[in-house]
């Protein structure tokens, strides 16, 4: 976060949407941090079973 320069688009404007995306990104992170999830894939040691609605 020492990076000073704002992302622009090519018109020149604030790219909002990477920030929106970043900050969902960082707020998630938090809540699983608050929750005692860690979200590191370098501390995981085995990768996690994808899940999805049909392996419920």
Same mark, same amino acid.
């Given at each position: 976060?020492?990076?000073?320069?704002?992302?622009? /688009?090519?018109? *020149?404007?604030?790219?909002?949407?990477?920030?929106?995306?970043?900050? !969902?990104?960082? &707020? %998630?992170?938090?809540?699983? /941090?608050?929750? *005692?999830?860690?979200?590191?894939?370098?501390?995981?040691?085995?990768? !996690?079973a994808? &899940? %999805?609605?049909?392996?419920?």
């Amino acid at each position: 976060m020492t990076d000073t320069r704002i992302r622009t /688009r090519p018109d *020149g404007s604030i790219d909002t949407g990477f920030y929106m995306a970043r900050g !969902r990104h960082m &707020r %998630s992170e938090a809540a699983h /941090r608050m929750m *005692g999830h860690d979200t590191s894939a370098e501390k995981r040691q085995t990768p !996690r079973a994808r &899940r %999805s609605f049909f392996s419920l």
